[in-house]
């Protein structure tokens, strides 16, 4: 294994982190709680 294949690896990985976060975000169970918080800077004390 050469410092390509782990540049490779490494590669792939990232993405797949980044595509479970993007699907998380949008994920419809997280809807409720990303819109309580979206909220938060305009409700009264």
Same mark, same amino acid.
Request: glycine share 4%; aromatic share 12%.
């Given at each position: 294994?050469?410092?390509?294949?782990? +540049?490779?690896? #490494?590669?792939? #990985?990232?993405?797949?982190?980044?595509?479970?976060? #993007?699907?998380?975000?949008?994920? +419809? +169970?997280?809807?409720?709680?990303?819109?309580?918080?979206?909220?938060?800077?305009?409700?009264?004390?």
């Amino acid at each position: 294994m050469d410092i390509n294949d782990l +540049r490779s690896i #490494v590669t792939v #990985v990232s993405l797949l982190t980044f595509l479970g976060i #993007v699907g998380w975000a949008w994920s +419809r +169970r997280n809807k409720a709680s990303f819109d309580e918080a979206a909220r938060l800077p305009f409700q009264d004390e």
